[in-house]
């Protein structure tokens, strides 16, 4: 079996509203594809931002993903190749970066049979990051699969031109690169995979 965490991978992030990246939005095929092929037994958790318009992140971020609008919705195709591997599938609702956050995350991730989760999703600095260092702080092992994950780009003139705070200011390539090689494996001691079909199998 497998335990796999998929986060933030909403319309708001893809293909929707101000924080939507075409970069985010190219993982989804590779994404259903890792989630279809799971073993039937396994456990796949989403996190999905649901914020209300007085959330304290959306004093750093531009309004994204409220409630009950489109951005909030998880994309249906990875919804889809999840139910359709057999995995059991969990749905939570975060206002923060973190899922352990105000949520019943908690409670899912310690009545999950296995120590070991496989991370997809985005933004690789922010939600993926966070949440994979509380995994690791409750005791768990944690694969991050690079092919899987990433964050949007944006230049400092672009966010400007876009009314945006230098807190959307990304240079995507570059973040990957020093959280994939060093600060996901060196600070928080994650496994980077580079390709799903290596962390699927090794679960098994």
């Given at each position: ?135 690791v702080c409750r005791g768990y092992s ?29 240079d995507a390539e570059g973040i990957n ?28």
């Amino acid at each position: 079996m497998a335990q796999v965490m998929v986060i933030d991978m909403l319309e708001g992030f893809t293909r929707i509203g101000p924080l939507a990246s075409p970069r985010v939005d190219a993982l989804v095929p590779r994404q259903a594809e890792c989630l279809r092929a799971l073993p039937a037994d396994s456990l796949v958790v989403f996190l999905a931002d649901e914020h209300d318009p007085d959330d304290f992140e959306l004093k750093r971020f531009p309004p994204h993903c409220l409630r009950g609008t489109p951005e909030a919705e998880i994309r249906a195709e990875l919804l889809d190749a999840a139910q359709a591997s057999g995995a059991r599938i969990e749905i939570v609702r975060k206002n923060n970066f973190s899922g352990f956050v105000g949520t019943n995350l908690d409670e899912i991730v310690a009545g999950a049979p296995g120590k070991s989760w496989i991370v997809i999703g985005c933004v690789t600095d922010c939600c993926v990051e966070t949440n994979v260092s509380d995994l690791v702080c409750r005791g768990y092992s944690v694969t991050v699969i690079r092919e899987l994950v990433d964050t949007w780009d944006m230049s400092p003139q672009a966010a400007s031109a876009a009314g945006l705070s230098e807190a959307y200011v990304h240079d995507a390539e570059g973040i990957n690169e020093e959280w994939f090689t060093r600060r996901l494996p060196a600070i928080w001691g994650v496994q980077v995979a580079e390709h799903w079909q290596d962390a699927v199998e090794s679960s098994q």
